[in-house]
């Protein structure tokens, strides 16, 4: 079974500071991970994803996330806070080969970035 | 501009009615799904559908009902088996073959409340 835990509900961080949002997955072969952002009554918006190769993955709006495959976490991170990257943050895993199944999302972590 | 367009953005369902969530694609995606989202539950898959005229059971498929009659459109009924369906639903889509990534695109939502 696959599955996707985000420990933090909420993560509240200083504008220009560093954040970071958790991640951390379970699924049997290699995994295929991705990081959503819903703003308000919207749907989700694509942020970037992990297949294979470098461990270090750069995204959308100055997003990256590290891939550590022997923690089997896939954190979300940016260098520096903007107010504008307050949003819900989902993180989403299935195995790479097993046939097509859906993702499966984590139940999201708000983020809000305080001016 | 290719898309995934989700009407209405809101909808109201008196109690003992059936009501139908409208997902319309032009990406010439295979795949469609439906997931509902309640505060702090994460996303749910309800339906999903990898060809026309096939679908399968999500986690919470109960008192919901799907058709592909097309491979650009995939209504979800709500129908009055759904004793909690105040929620926001939400409808995405991917290819399935191919190069590039499999990511999904999402719709921008419906909010259906129970008056």
């Known amino acids: 079974a696959q599955s996707v835990a985000q420990p933090e509900d909420q993560v509240n961080v200083a504008e220009g500071n560093p954040l970071t949002v958790k991640c951390t997955y379970s699924v049997s072969g290699n995994p295929y991970l991705f990081w959503y952002v819903q703003y308000p009554n919207r749907g989700l918006q694509f942020l970037l994803k992990?297949?294979?190769?470098?461990?270090l993955v750069k995204g959308s709006y100055g997003f990256e996330a590290e891939f550590n495959k022997s923690q089997t976490s896939f954190h979300l991170k940016k260098p520096s806070a903007l107010v504008s990257d307050s949003a819900l943050y989902f993180c989403?895993?299935?195995?790479?080969?097993?046939?097509?199944?859906?993702?499966?999302f984590g139940k999201g972590t708000r983020l809000s970035v305080i001016a | 501009d290719g898309g995934i367009t989700q009407s209405p953005k809101y909808l109201f369902r008196k109690e003992g009615q059936n009501v139908t969530l409208s997902c319309e694609q032009n990406?010439?995606?295979?795949?469609m799904y439906w997931y509902r989202q309640d505060p702090g539950q994460g996303l749910r898959l309800i339906y999903y559908?990898?060809?026309?005229?096939?679908?399968q059971k999500g986690d919470i498929a109960e008192g919901y009902s799907v058709s592909r009659e097309k491979k650009e459109s995939f209504p979800l009924t709500v129908t009055s088996a759904q004793k909690n369906p105040t929620a926001f639903y939400l409808c995405a889509s991917t290819r399935l073959t191919g190069p590039g990534d499999y990511g999904y695109t999402f719709g921008s939502g419906t909010r259906l409340t129970v008056v």
């Open positions: 989403a895993v299935r195995a790479l080969n097993s046939g097509n199944t859906p993702l499966v």
């Open positions: 990406l010439n995606h295979d795949a």
């Open positions: 992990y297949i294979t190769g470098d461990n």
């Open positions: 559908s990898q060809i026309v005229n096939d679908f």
